[in-house]
């Protein structure tokens, strides 16, 4: 073992990961060697050093009550839709929601895949917009403050003809994306929950095979709907209950007055 | 919560601190984190029950930090310079070792010192330090950075005798 050797080994040697000829070898040599005796000094005085010494910075409480809220709480969620039992009110708003505006609620296995990442897109930016330190780039004075902010943030004008109302109402908006384009996202509230609409261009993306038809899951705690209108697509998030979101959904898909 | 989700999470203290000290703000730090656990959360299918979770999860974060915040970065110093060859290394050794004086110095560097150092090293550098300091062995940190096992251990004697070197500036 020459000096070369001997300095590439000093680290195993120090956490007894070298075999016992290796750690004989080294040894001889060290007691051989002046300079290597130096070189070795330091590197436990280094390590003193780092360990002893180098400030840590473990992650903050709310970085790690974000990370828990999103990790998926079950390995295979079933979707919501599948499962609720829809109230009258729900059911009518469903129903105003396919008659009104056509596109049909579904989800096949051969879209699954695409379906599924756009989904799993939609909760990321959803969160990703609301983990930020500003949430909202734009605070809300109505839909006719926020639309005109995206002007030159944009490649596209989004098209969204739904103001707010009592029941959900228009917070504020902000710059996001969507997989590899830029995406405006309108925040709205549903109680203290944060609503995002994600609308972004829906060119080259994958989409589930129905032109114009709304997808709906649950993913990760979170419901999600997409729809696509022309060259726009559109993601909205939350985690409020399935049912309010589609009573929201409705008021995106209905024909402009 | 899933077992691997807990065990995930078990490791956020030590993803953190090094993505504090790759990024060098708090910041930029915790949403390297946040976009770490997203990229686990949708890969998680693609993670094999049983083999290391902590050497996936940072090759995520490093990856991610490669590939995106690194291209986003405006400041083009904080990269640091690169770590001295073994060569260039070992001859300054012999100066800055020459007598007991110099590491009594080494012994006295004081903690914000000792971060200003590290921080003048590569991103690479940093990284297979701050890796092994983590308590992962050579395999695990080859796994990290994509490499073989080999080279893991010259860029860790590299980085490290860059680092001492780096030091004898501090520490008078």
New interface residues.
């Given amino acids: 073992m020459d000096c070369a050797d001997v300095r590439l080994n000093l680290r195993d040697h120090r956490q007894g990961r070298l075999g016992a000829a290796g750690e004989d070898e080294l040894r001889a040599h060290l007691s051989a060697c002046p300079h290597c005796a130096h070189v070795a000094a330091a590197e436990e005085e280094l390590t003193e050093a780092l360990e002893r010494r180098l400030p840590q910075y473990p992650a903050s409480f709310a970085l790690k009550r974000r990370l828990a809220a999103q990790w998926p709480g079950a390995s295979s969620p079933r979707a919501w839709w599948r499962s609720w039992r829809p109230a009258p009110i729900a059911a009518l708003a469903l129903a105003a929601l396919v008659l009104v505006t056509v596109p049909v609620v579904y989800y096949e296995r051969r879209d699954a895949g695409a379906a599924r990442s756009m989904v799993a897109e939609a909760v990321n930016d959803h969160l990703r917009v609301l983990s930020s330190q500003r949430p909202l780039e734009i605070e809300s004075g109505g839909l006719h403050q926020v639309k005109p902010w995206f002007e030159g943030r944009l490649d596209f004008a989004p098209v969204v003809t739904f103001e707010g109302d009592a029941d959900f109402p228009l917070k504020g908006g902000a710059v996001g994306y969507f997989f590899d384009r830029k995406a405006a996202v309108f925040v709205y509230t549903r109680r203290l929950h944060p609503i995002s609409l994600i609308v972004f261009r829906a060119d080259g993306l994958s989409w589930p095979a129905v032109e114009s038809g709304v997808s709906a899951k649950d993913e990760r705690g979170f419901a999600v709907m997409i729809w696509r209108r022309g060259a726009l697509g559109y993601a909205l998030v939350s985690d409020i209950d399935g049912r309010e979101l589609a009573s929201l959904a409705a008021k995106f898909l209905a024909p402009a007055r | 919560?899933?077992a691997m989700?807990n065990e995930?999470?078990a490791y956020?203290?030590a993803?953190?601190?090094l993505a504090?000290?790759l990024t060098g703000n708090?910041?930029d730090?915790?949403?390297l984190?946040?976009?770490t656990?997203?990229r686990a959360?949708?890969a998680?299918r693609q993670f094999t029950p049983g083999t290391n979770l902590k050497a996936w999860l940072f090759r995520i974060l490093r990856n991610t930090f490669v590939s995106s915040y690194r291209r986003r970065r405006r400041d083009p110093t904080v990269g640091g310079l690169d770590p001295l060859d073994?060569e260039s290394a070992?001859a300054l050794?012999?100066a800055?070792?020459r007598n007991d004086v110099e590491?009594d110095r080494?012994?006295k560097?004081?903690?914000?010192e000792?971060?200003a150092a590290?921080m003048t090293l590569s991103e690479d550098a940093r990284t297979v330090?701050l890796l092994?300091?983590e308590g992962l062995?050579?395999l695990e940190v080859s796994e990290v950075l994509g490499c073989p096992v080999g080279t893991v251990?010259?860029r860790?004697?590299r980085a490290?005798?860059a680092?001492?070197l780096k030091?004898r500036d501090y520490a008078r």
Avoid: P, T
């Fill in positions: 919560m899933s989700a995930a999470l956020v203290d993803l953190h601190n504090r000290h708090q910041e730090a915790e949403d984190v946040q976009e656990y997203a959360f949708r998680e073994a070992g050794d012999q800055w070792l590491l080494l012994r560097v004081v903690a914000e000792i971060e590290l330090i092994d300091l062995n050579e251990k010259s860790l004697s490290r005798a680092l001492r030091l």
